[in-house]
Structure formats: C-alpha cells, structure tokens
C-alpha cells in the first residue's frame, strides 16, 4: 500500500498543475489579454472591418473558443474544428438580400437582420467566415 502513494501523489499533483494552466489560460483569455494571440479589444476592431451594418455597428460581445463551437453548419472544409477562433458579435442593421426580379415584377427582399457575427483566427485575426442573423 505505500508503494502506491508516491505514484498517487505525483498523480494528483500532475492534474492540479494542468488544472491551474487551464484556469489560468481561461481567465487571461476572459480578462482580454493575449496568450499568444490577439486580445479582445483588437479582435473586435479587426472584426469591425468585416462588418457591413446599414446603421453604425455595435459590438455586442466578442468571446474565444474554437472554431466548432461557432461554425454553425459551416463545415471542416472552411476552418478545422479544433482551430481557436474568435467570434465577434455585432448588433446593426444588415440588409437581406433580394433575389432578381421575375416576369412577375421586383422580387420581394429578405428581412433586414439585426445580428452579425464575424470568426476570427485567434492568433493572427485572419478573417475566417461571417454570418448574419435576425
């Protein structure tokens, strides 16, 4: 029985050092300040120059991860899933599209949308997809 302990304790120590790295990684990257990547202010302002809002855009929220929790139905072929990303969310107002018009006449537009969002590689702020919802 105590010939286990040591290899226990090392155990324990080993997973609360990768503990506190994750914690630590979490909270530089909740505060905004880079580890290795751009923070949150300048992922907001590259974001920004994406953004093609009708009204002034304002930015709502701009939060890391990696790329699969923000692709939506966006597949590995635009960005792989364990990329780390920024997502930037903006409130404005975005015009629908309007599909050509028919014999018919003018086509009616899509609703304008009120909610852009813009991913970000979270090291370099290389634009990776948009998308525009209601």
Not at 79 to 106: H, N
Request: positive net charge.
């Amino acid at each position: 029985m105590t010939r286990n302990r040591p290899v226990t304790v090392v155990g324990a120590v080993v997973v609360g050092l990768v503990l506190l790295l994750v914690i630590g990684w979490v909270a530089v990257a909740l505060v905004g300040v880079p580890l290795g990547g751009l923070s949150r202010g300048q992922a907001t302002t590259t974001a920004s120059h994406q953004v093609h809002s009708d009204s002034p855009a304002q930015a709502v929220n701009a939060v890391p991860g990696l790329f699969w929790f923000f692709r939506g139905g966006a597949t590995d072929a635009v960005s792989p899933g364990y990329r780390l990303s920024w997502a930037v969310t903006f409130r404005g107002t975005f015009s629908g599209s309007c599909p050509p018009a028919g014999p018919s006449g003018p086509s009616q537009c899509l609703p304008t949308d009120h909610t852009e969002t813009v991913i970000l590689d979270y090291r370099t702020g290389a634009f990776i997809m948009a998308s525009i919802t209601p």
